[in-house]
């Protein structure tokens, strides 16, 4: 009979996580159970499954190496009941622990369940911080207290003064905080682009991709080429490949898209370190480290050190501070049904196609092609939050509804009014064609304003502007382009408009 039964969840895959920090493997059992409710409570993307049962099993592994007595329920075990709350009630039963021990749950729907299980066990439960973040939710709540406004910036000051990251004492290294104006150029083609590492399946992670293969055929996207690392060994050889290959670039080349180049200078480390297998903490040591010995230059470094420091830990915190009334927020009232080519990438907009296409294929977009391809379409079109967040929760690989919540309703669709962004980061085709390649390629004219063969962001960014000029005319950074809108002539605008409403009738089709 162990002494606490320690649940481990899909994404605590850290052998130092809090419920396994300090416990004895000779007196304590670990329990670890791939579960039907889990793989579908979105309709998740083969690769996402295949990652996440691959990585657990591994995971299990390397704690029976470390002399842990492991219970690993397997999906098509028999018996599996199909949810965690069954899968613990089975364990409660078969072993009788003195007490259940697990890291605070990543997502507010399971936290909700787990709070619940002491009672319905009759047994003591301990729910411990997650201290693999650099903020604990009470800290955030403190920062948020009394505050105005809640922006990211001034929270990641916070950080990197409470990490010591990029501090030369009491200031920032170069002087300033954020070297962001040296950052987002366009990318050609001409420059050589590394590539991930990519990671042949061993037998463990075959019999999870048959087990996909066979279970979650309906599901959206590809499962083979699998690639990912699904070891923290692994997860290792992708930040050592990123550090030495992508980061001098990666400030430069952040916002910039190219036609057939999916991962650019970008480092496709968020599923490793969301799943568990990589330390934010040790990731970003690294990128300094690489700055101090003028490996890296330091706008690429503190842009990168932003994203997991700043981004990454300020969107948990939102998430935590706001739930569960942010998921309901809608500040537009937007009501489309979500298009159907989001699950297909059959659409005539190349950008989108270039999106959706890589999405299905890889379970991965970069941040601008999530944010001001998918995203901005979105919200131009005035589709519902609810449907456009399912969609982001389902179809990528490093989702999970803390970090993926926050970012799309909030950053992307602007659905809570302005809590995390100051203004909708709504473009035109302009945009689009300056940060990438893909109109060139397209169907559509990004030079044509409206009518037939004009890009379809452009009437529908005015059309948007003017159907929610009541929420965001009061909204000093959009005053100059309400301004442009005003001395549009009458003409003008009606084209815009008339315009944005046959591209509008056309995504029912
Ligand atoms: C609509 C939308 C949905 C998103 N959904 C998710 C999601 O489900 N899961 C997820 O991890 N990220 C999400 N992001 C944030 C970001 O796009 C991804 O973290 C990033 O694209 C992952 O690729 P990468 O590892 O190559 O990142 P890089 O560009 O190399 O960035 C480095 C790291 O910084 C962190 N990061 C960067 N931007 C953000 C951000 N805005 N929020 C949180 N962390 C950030 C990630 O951990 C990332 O690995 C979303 C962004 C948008 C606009
Ligand atoms: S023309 Fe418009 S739709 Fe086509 S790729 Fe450019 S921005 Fe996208």
Known sequence: MPENLILVLGDQLSADVSSLAGRDPERDRVLLAEVMEEATYAPHHKKKIAFCFAAMRHFADLLREKGWEVDYIKLDDAGNTGSLGGEIKRAVERLRPARLVVTEPGEWRLQDEVQGWEQALALPVDILRDDRFFCSRAEFAEWAEGRKTLRMEHFYHEMRRKTGLLMADDDPVGGKWNFDAENRKPASQDLAMPSPPRFEPDGATREVLNLVAERFSSHFGDLEP?????????????????IAECLPRFGDYQDAMLTGERFLYHSVLSLYMNAGLLDPLEVCR??????????????????????????????????????????DQNFFDADRPLPGFYWTGDTDM?????????????????????????????????????????????????????????????????????????????????????????????????????????????PLYWDFLARNRDKLEGNPRLAPVYKTWDRMSDDKRRAYRESAAVVLASLAG
């Open 226 to 242: 699998f690639w990912f690392g699904v070891t923290a060994d692994q997860a290792g050889q992708a930040l050592d490949h990123f």
């Open 286 to 327: 690294r990128a300094e480290a690489a700055y101090q010995e003028g490996h890296a230059p330091l706008n690429a470094v503190e842009g990168f050190i932003r994203q997991i420091l700043g981004w990454r830990e300020y969107v948990r915190g939102i998430y935590w501070l706001r739930m569960p009334e942010y998921r």
């Open 350 to 458: 190349a950008c989108l196609r270039a999106a959706i296409t890589q999405t299905k294929e890889e379970a991965y977009a970069h941040h601008i092609q999530r944010l001001m391809v998918t995203g901005n379409f979105a919200m131009l079109a005035g589709i519902d939050p609810s449907e456009i967040h399912e969609w982001y929760l389902s179809v990528y690989v490093d989702a999970y509804e803390w970090v993926e919540l926050p970012n799309t309703l909030g950053m992307s669709q602007f659905g809570d009014g302005g809590l995390l962004a100051s203004k909708p980061y709504a473009a035109s085709g302009n945009y689009i064609n300056k940060m990438s390649d893909y109109c060139g390629g397209c169907t559509y004219s990004v030079n044509k304003k409206t009518g037939n063969g004009a890009c379809p962001f452009n």
